[in-house]
């Protein structure tokens, strides 16, 4: 690991001596530095990495960070970042990741993804989106709903049913959507924060090609598992550093307003930093097992976690500030900045990501091995449930 360290430091520093950071136009340093193997460090060489341990990629973002190099925007695109590019990694073909990880990386190309249904709700397995074989492409119908930042994004990772004869989650087939095609329509949903980060998506007519397809025909539901996986790490994985997000947000507020201190807030402030710390130590161990393999459903449980301290924090948060937590200056803002923001913002991460509901299962059932909930339609054909 020594000589990886100070060969990467040594890359970076012949990069940085090329490419000065304040010299160079932001799109073009990216650009040359995903080209120099320097984005994804622990991606393969063949794949614009340079075959390096995952653990070195924070200190490969340290070094540009600590020279004044530009950074891809990485909020803006956590979705193609967290997700699509993971995905299209372990499942993809060649020329997929040769077409799809350079501007994804870069941020020039923003990701959504098409998964949750009205009609499904969280049982992304009962999906009705249907895509039909149509010569070398495929046709999609159907509508998706709280799909995030689609009113921005180019691309979207879809899960879609081209098969509704056998087991629901035996007929799905996961696609790759140019969001800029005819029949894309998408419709802002306005939340309680006010703003509209979430949209509803039709799909009418949308051809695909199968060149964009991933993985196999009805083998939807295992790439999209994937996915998931890969999202409850991005959601749940946690901060690095001690007292940061909401937890810091709550201590600092309550190192601000001593006059407002009670016995009652001061235990429920200790029993939570207590358990944000747990989580934040779960979620670094998750990370380094993601970084020796693939994510396990132990990210459900971060996830799952994550939501509900957030939630409470938040809570807490806002009875610290009384009156002054609830003035909320903009309400179609998407910084972070209000604690009334905080609060509101925070009642979404029991629904997004999967719901705190469904993941109770996956945590019963596939890490603690407790017996599954009866589930009557498991051997029907997916035309053939009640819905």
């Known amino acids: 690991m020594t000589t990886e360290i100070e060969d990467l430091r040594h890359r970076v520093a012949a990069f940085l001596s090329d490419h000065d ?25 063949e794949h614009g990495g340079l075959g390096l341990p995952l653990a070195l990629q924070a200190e490969a973002d340290r070094l540009f960070a600590e020279a ?19 995905t299209i990694l372990a ?16 941020g020039e190309e923003i990701w959504c993804q098409l998964f949750s249904e009205p009609g499904a709700g969280s049982d992304l397995a009962a999906i009705a989106t249907r895509a039909v074989r149509d010569g070398d492409g495929w046709v999609v119908n159907g509508q998706k709903v709280w799909t995030s930042m ?6 979207a990772i879809l899960v879609a049913r081209t098969n509704p004869d056998v087991p629901k989650h035996q007929g799905l087939t996961y696609f790759l959507c140019d969001m800029t095609d005819p029949g894309v329509d998408v419709r802002p949903l306005r939340q309680i924060t006010g703003e509209a980060e979430f949209n509803e998506v039709f799909l009418t007519d949308v051809r695909i090609p199968d060149s964009h397809r991933l993985g196999a025909e009805g083998a939807g539901w295992r790439v999209a ?5 890969n999202e409850r790490v991005a959601l749940g994985g946690g901060a690095d550093a001690r007292e940061t997000g909401t937890v810091g947000e709550v201590a600092r507020t309550w190192r601000a307003h001593p006059e407002r201190r009670t016995h009652e807030l001061h235990d429920r402030l200790l029993r939570l930093w207590v358990e944000a710390e747990v989580a934040r130590v779960t979620g670094r161990r998750t990370r380094q097992k993601l970084a020796v393999g693939r994510p396990g459903p132990e990210a459900a449980a971060a996830k799952l976690v994550s939501a509900r301290l957030n939630q409470q924090l938040s809570g807490l948060e806002l009875e610290l500030l009384a009156e002054d937590g609830l003035r909320y200056p903009d309400w179609t803002q998407t910084e972070y900045d209000d604690a009334g923001y905080r609060y509101l913002r925070a ?3 029991s629904i997004e990501g999967g719901t705190s509901e469904i993941l109770r299962n996956v945590v019963s059932e ?22």
């Open 68 to 86: 004044g190099g530009p950074d891809n925007q990485a909020y803006l695109n956590e979705i193609g970042l967290g997700m699509a590019a993971p």
């Open 91 to 106: 499942f993809g073909t060649d020329e997929q990741k040769d077409r799809f990880f350079r501007p994804l990386w870069t």
């Open 150 to 155: 689609a009113q921005i994004a180019r691309w």
């Open 347 to 349: 009642k979404g991460n």
């Open 225 to 229: 598992n994937a996915t998931l996986n």
């Open 21 to 45: 950071p304040a010299a160079s136009d932001p799109l073009e340093f990216l650009r040359a530095r995903y080209d120099a193997g320097l984005a994804w460090v622990h991606f393969p060489v």
């Open 366 to 387: 596939r890490v603690l091995g407790l017996p599954a909930e009866p589930r009557f339609d498991k051997d029907l054909p997916w035309k053939e449930l009640q819905r």
